[in-house]
């Protein structure tokens, strides 16, 4: 079974960092796209970033709310994904997950995704 579990959220003052973690199992890493979206109360799930893990440096998306802000990487010898968010607002509290995509390629809709991991809490207080 293809699993995805994430890490990393926490209550952090405006202006802090976070790193966010996705560990995959059941799936050959190598092979995948992965890509973080979050969903703050009351609002659509949006697309944070995305990574192929095929092609680390030519394929990754920012969404215009964190470009500048964040950046997505991959361990692919650990199987994880990370987020690393900094300068963090009030606007980006929201719960945060991971997903999968077995073709590898990069993409920005939530349906586009296979898998998906069950939620971290990411709180900013201002």
């Known amino acids: 079974d293809v699993q995805l579990q994430a890490s990393g959220g926490g209550l952090v003052q405006a202006g802090g960092s976070l790193r966010l973690s996705c560990t995959a199992s059941?799936?050959?890493?190598?092979?995948?796209?992965y890509g973080w979206f979050r969903q703050a109360p009351g609002k659509e799930r949006e697309g944070v970033s995305t990574?192929?893990?095929?092609?680390?440096?030519?394929?990754?998306w920012y969404s215009d709310s964190v470009k500048g802000r964040a950046t997505i990487s991959t361990d692919n010898a650990k199987n994880t994904v990370y987020l690393q968010m900094n300068s963090l607002r009030p606007e980006d509290t929201a719960v945060y997950y991971c997903a999968a995509r077995s073709d590898g390629l990069i993409a920005t809709d939530a349906t586009d995704y296979d898998y998906w991991g069950q939620g971290t809490q990411v709180t900013v207080s201002s």
């Open positions: 990574i192929s893990a095929r092609d680390r440096d030519a394929n990754t």
């Open positions: 059941g799936v050959n890493f190598d092979d995948y796209a």
